[in-house]
Every structure is written in structure tokens, then in C-alpha cells.
């Protein structure tokens, strides 16, 4: 009955890789989220997707690339691995309009760049 | 643009103390105001939210916030605190001004000593 699932939960990777973080959502929501969440605990806004459609993409570099096939899922892909990649990346999920656009999230991934 | 302002970054308090941790934001128009709380190596979680009427607003686990319209403030407070309160305290804004995104504060660690 988990709302919003993530997966995997810790990720360890090499530099130069190429990754994919999951993420799935049963609410019903047709809108989600990509955040990252540095060591000092700042979150930073990365797309957000509206019924399959990117809405939001902050200054994020290219090599992440969110894809979205369904309003359910929203994936997190990741290209040529950096050091400075490592947190954790959470996804999260609301319905839109005047709903009240509480966002529930996942679990987090944690990646580690080696 | 928006901004959130979380005053305090590290609050250290004994158990039975009382907790007011600030936020502040920037926007003069209607707002929902959010808090959430991260416990360690958790996901985030809604301790409560204010979107309109009783500006006095209870939430989960004892906390409660205070909208102040004239101050721009939604302070969270309790008044009295236990070791397992220790977590990460973040509020969030939504309004027109910020597309109806999520504004996010810095986030205030709250440690309480048994």
C-alpha cells in the first residue's frame, strides 16, 4: 500500500556511468517530482512533470534526464556519472489544481559516486 | 521571486522545552503554507498545512503553527519537545507568485538531548 515507492534505495556507482533511479506513485496524482537533496540537507527542485509533461526543469545539467510514461511513473535518468551527483534524490508526488498541493514523497535514493 | 526564509539553521533544546521555529516568506498575495519533517535517514512527511480560516493550525505529533498574514509568518511551535522530535524541520510556501510549486525553506535541524 506504499504511496509513493522508489527504487533503489542506495545506489554506488562509478564516475562516468550511466543510471536510472525509478519511481512510481498509487494516489492518483497527475502531477511529480524530482528533488535532490544535498549533504547539507538543502532541497533543490529538479521537474516536475504534469499529466507526462515537463513543467518544470530547473537548471539541471543535461546528462539527467527525467522520463515519464505514464501519469504513475516518472524515472530519473542519469548519464556520464560526477562526483558532485552524489545525494539523495527524492520523487514526489501531488494532485494539481486547487487541491491543495501537498506533495507526498518516496523513500529517496541515496547515490553515491565513487 | 519567492523566497523562504527558516531563520534558525541548528536549534539544541532538552527534552520538555518548548520549540518555535521560524519561517517567513516573501509573497504579499494568497498563500499555502506547509511544514514537513524529515526524521533521520526518513522521507519527508506533512506535520500540518494552512490554506485558509483558522490561522491557528494543529497538526501531527503535538505541533501547531500560527499564521501571521501581517508578519508574512507561519511559525511552527510546541510546547514541549521529546528526544524523538530530533529531525529535520523544512516549511514550504505555494502560491500564484511561484507557479504553484512548492517554495522550499533552508531547513532547520532540530536536536533535542535526553
Known amino acids: 500500500d506504499t504511496a509513493v515507492s522508489q527504487t533503489p534505495k542506495y545506489l554506488v556507482t562509478q564516475m562516468g556511468n550511466d543510471k536510472s533511479i525509478k519511481c512510481e506513485q498509487n494516489l492518483g496524482h497527475d502531477t511529480m517530482y524530482w528533488y535532490k537533496q544535498d549533504s547539507k540537507k538543502f532541497l533543490k527542485i529538479m521537474f516536475s512533470?504534469?499529466?507526462?509533461?515537463?513543467?518544470i526543469n530547473e537548471t539541471v545539467p543535461n546528462r539527467f534526464s527525467p522520463k515519464s510514461p505514464d501519469k504513475a511513473h516518472l524515472n530519473l535518468h542519469i548519464n556520464s556519472l560526477e562526483l558532485g551527483d552524489s545525494a539523495v534524490y527524492f520523487c514526489a508526488s501531488s494532485a494539481s489544481g486547487r487541491g491543495g498541493y501537498e506533495q507526498f514523497f518516496g523513500p529517496g535514493t541515496r547515490l553515491t559516486v565513487l | 521571486a519567492q523566497s523562504v526564509s527558516q531563520h534558525n539553521h541548528h536549534v539544541i533544546l532538552s527534552e520538555a522545552a518548548s520549540l518555535e521555529l521560524g519561517c517567513n516568506y516573501s509573497y504579499g498575495g494568497t498563500v499555502n503554507l506547509f511544514w514537513y519533517v524529515q526524521y533521520p535517514g526518513q522521507h519527508l512527511q506533512l506535520l500540518l498545512k494552512y490554506f485558509s480560516g483558522d490561522p491557528l493550525v494543529k497538526g501531527i505529533k503535538g505541533f501547531e503553527a500560527e499564521f501571521i498574514k501581517s508578519k508574512f509568518s507561519f511559525n511552527l511551535r510546541k510546547p514541549s519537545v521529546q528526544w524523538s522530535d530530533t529531525a529535520e524541520y523544512f516549511c514550504?510556501?505555494?502560491?500564484?507568485?511561484?507557479?504553484?510549486?512548492?517554495?522550499w525553506g533552508a531547513g532547520t535541524k532540530l536536536i533535542i538531548k535526553p
Open positions: 512533470y504534469n499529466n507526462k509533461e515537463l513543467i
Open positions: 514550504a510556501v505555494i502560491s500564484m507568485d511561484s507557479n504553484y510549486q512548492l517554495i
